[in-house]
């Protein structure tokens, strides 16, 4: 049994699809572009064709050949041929674009990415190669255990729903390193809490032979120890203090700046029957560490680097923490001197965030929400800005964006949001796509 308390618009995915349908028909630079380019003219049409009437009827005096001769010059000004110049203009540039394996869906896209001074882009996926391996199942010691991977595995395996590159990875790792059909046989699925952006952890509970239940959770650093009050280590457990949080962050960040992406996971036994993750995800015990390996692609410095030499500001944001994304900036050469988290945007005026988005590049910890904000506030300090994500927690961003960018193996909400699509993950095509339209 189970209790609807959302439903709708009401639900998460219900919130985000009302988010990306407010934004269907924004107005990029480009299109404001030809808005003023148009008023201009009709400004201009407007004072000019009764100046040359009146000078006309003044200095030849025939008002049928002065009235003729004002039309004539007032659908001159207005230049009927326009459409057909810029849509011409904007074909030649998708074919141009299209012979470096990038699909043009909405033909706009192309002069708003050649004015483009800024490209925000998210960091798992689009500068990582995609390509997520477990690399070390820790206990708490930073020692391997079969126990950490064993939990780790029901947690992925019995989510439902989509299964991220993560929970691909852990299921893998399993396969090679454990008998899963012993453990599919020796548990059973109660319940799950899922993973959302705000709580950034998802549990399931299984249910043993004995019928004794558990509750197996992970998710982000932060998040997992706010929600924990024990650990165990040498298979004891025993009550987290502040000190031994501390050394559990000083741990991962080490990991991370060794390359690796962690995820604390932890439990509790015998749990009550799910109700609201704010009762259930309390008082567990913590149990280890999953660290994964997502280098970054081979491609991505020197894309960069390129985009920058051509004038444009590079912007990561990324739901992950600090010390991963700086790890991952400076393998891309960028140069990472402020670091906003999500929670710093939170109760702030417009024009402190304005500030904010300006003098800082990286920002982590951001819901999909917080992505589009910032998006939307660059463009109200009148940039334009290129949005390239591949993930459904960055489909508002590339709708809010002036032109959003994806890959082709990116999730359909993406794909459907995106201006342009790369046919190959290369960033340097993104480089080489833009050369034609400068």
């Not at 849509?87 to 909405?106: D, F």
């Not at 993560?166 to 109660?190: C, F, G, S």
């Amino acid at each position: 049994m189970g209790v609807v308390f959302a439903t709708g618009n009401e639900t998460v995915f219900g919130n985000l699809a009302r988010t990306l349908s407010k934004n269907k028909n924004k107005e990029t630079t480009f299109d404001i572009g030809i808005k003023n380019v148009s008023k201009i003219l009709l400004i201009m049409t407007a004072i000019i064709a009764p100046l040359v009437f009146l000078i006309n009827v003044l200095t030849k005096g025939d008002w049928l050949n002065a009235l003729i001769f004002a039309i004539a010059t007032a659908v001159g000004l207005t230049l009927e041929m326009r459409p057909v110049i810029v849509t011409s203009n904007l074909v030649k540039g998708s074919v141009e674009m299209a012979k470096h394996e990038t699909i043009v869906k909405r033909m706009n896209s192309i002069q708003n990415f050649e004015s483009a001074d800024i490209l925000c882009t998210d960091k798992t996926g689009t500068l990582t190669q995609d390509k997520v391996v477990l690399e070390r199942h820790y206990d708490l010691n930073l020692e391997e255990k079969s126990k950490v991977l064993e939990l780790s595995y029901l947690n992925s395996y019995y989510q439902t729903g989509r299964k991220d590159l993560i929970d691909k990875a852990i299921i893998n790792t399993a396969k090679d390193e454990l008998d899963t059909e012993e453990i599919n046989q020796n548990y059973q699925k109660i319940d799950e809490i899922p993973f959302d952006f705000k709580r950034r952890r998802m549990s399931v509970v299984v249910m043993n032979k004995k019928h004794e239940h558990l509750l197996v959770t992970k998710g982000a650093a932060e998040e997992m120890l706010a929600c924990s009050n024990r650990l165990e280590i040498n298979d004891k457990i025993t009550m987290l203090d502040q000190e031994q949080r501390q050394e559990i962050l000083n741990k991962i960040n080490q990991m991370n700046q060794d390359g690796l992406r962690v995820v604390l996971l932890a439990y509790k036994k015998n749990p009550a029957p799910v109700g609201e993750f704010s009762v259930d995800e309390k008082e567990l015990i913590l149990t280890g560490f999953l660290a994964f390996l997502d280098p970054p692609k081979d491609s991505a410095k020197a894309a960069l680097t390129a985009l920058k030499r051509d004038g444009i500001t590079i912007k990561i944001l990324t739901g992950d923490n600090e010390s991963g994304t700086r790890n991952v900036g400076k393998q891309v050469g960028l140069d990472i001197n402020c670091v906003y988290q999500g929670r710093d945007l939170e109760n702030k005026s417009s024009t402190e965030l304005k500030k904010m988005v300006e003098e800082c590049d990286v920002f982590v910890k951001l819901s999909p929400q917080q992505k589009a904000q910032i998006i939307q506030l660059l463009r109200e300090n009148n940039h334009t800005v290129a949005y390239m994500g591949d993930g459904i927690n960055d489909a508002p961003a590339m709708k809010a964006a002036d032109v959003a960018i994806s890959v082709d193996t990116a999730v359909d909400i993406v794909k459907k949001s995106a201006d342009i699509i790369l046919l190959h993950k290369d960033l340097m095509i993104l480089e080489k796509a833009v050369q034609p339209v400068y």
